[in-house]
């Protein structure tokens, strides 16, 4: 099994420790949603900050809108960015449903999943694409090869597609070895 734990020294570990135990999303650990981004605000229901602020002038290169990068915590990777020019609040990380790929994507920056996946399974009590890719978030790679688990009879984890429908015991034995190899970034 490979021991490789990425160096970014912003995984969701880190932003629990410095927010004190919860994270600010744009878009239950206490997550506050502090930001929308949409190509028209008439497509809320809302039309004042009250649910978090409504973001339509910032788009990414592909078009699409986006929170602002000067309200995004860890900008290229940085541990803390500054925010100081951000007009709203400052987020730690993104849910980006995004309509037509395959699967998601994960990252210390958020969660990029199946738009139509994550619509149908909004009911369930975990979102298995979502799940997954915030173990990603928390420094866990995918276990897809032989080679990539950690023994040939290891137990189901969400971190093997299609192994789990659920985060298991074996994901939180996974997330304290990625803790203990950070943990001493930390002081407590």
């Known amino acids: 099994m490979s021991t490789y734990v990425p160096t970014f020294e912003n995984f969701i570990f880190d932003q629990l420790v410095t927010n004190k135990g919860s994270l600010n999303y744009c878009n239950e650990i206490g997550v506050k949603i502090v930001g929308w981004a949409a190509r028209d605000a008439s497509l809320f229901e809302w039309t004042d900050d009250s649910l978090g602020k409504i973001y339509t002038s910032e788009k990414d290169v592909d078009g699409v809108p986006q929170c602002p990068t000067a309200c995004y915590k860890h900008q290229d990777q940085a541990k803390s960015a500054d925010t100081s020019a951000c ?87 996974m997330l304290r070895r990625v803790l203990e190899n950070i943990k001493s970034r930390y002081s407590f």
């Open 87 to 173: 007009e709203g609040t400052p987020f730690d990380m993104s849910l980006w449903p995004t309509q037509n790929i395959d699967g998601g994507a994960g990252g210390d920056w958020g969660q990029r999943v199946n738009a139509e996946n994550l619509l149908a399974t909004l009911d369930q009590d975990q979102t298995v694409i979502v799940a997954h890719e915030i173990g990603h978030g928390f420094g866990l790679p995918d276990f897809y090869e032989e080679t990539d688990k950690p023994t040939t009879d290891f137990p189901v984890y969400i971190m093997e597609a299609g192994s789990s429908m659920t985060v298991t015991p074996s994901d939180g034995w």
